[in-house]
């Protein structure tokens, strides 16, 4: 199984970026999506979530500025992150889980400064 993230960057505060993930090697349609995040210093969070349904759940601070998406024909899952704040610099992974399988991404680096 692979997951690819791509689509980090440096934005400036109030900034758009989206990122990506394309996965292989595994069952998509049916997988639960999520993004985390690891910021310096702290523990890894969940960021957003996606079914295979399409229900979607956020972290509070990101709700509302933050949207989880999923294209099951490219098995590309995305992350559309608007008025980005200082305080969303991380690294950003993708996971997929299938059963009891955690499969993640690379991480790609965001970093919201001025």
């Known amino acids: 199984v692979q997951l690819q993230a791509s689509g980090g960057g440096l934005v400036q505060p109030g900034g758009s970026l989206t990122l990506s993930c394309a996965a292989s090697g595994t069952r998509f349609n049916l997988a639960i999506l999520g993004w985390f995040r690891q910021a310096p210093g702290k523990q890894r969070e969940l960021v957003a979530r996606?079914?295979?349904?399409?229900?979607?759940g956020y972290l509070d601070s990101v709700k509302g500025r933050f949207t989880i998406s999923r294209d099951n024909a490219k098995n590309t899952v995305y992350l559309r992150m608007n008025n980005l704040k200082p305080e969303d610099t991380a690294v950003y992974y993708c996971?997929?889980?299938?059963?009891?399988?955690?499969?993640w991404g690379q991480g790609t680096q965001v970093t919201v400064s001025s």
């Open positions: 996606i079914t295979g349904g399409m229900i979607t």
């Open positions: 996971n997929l889980r299938n059963g009891g399988d955690d499969f």
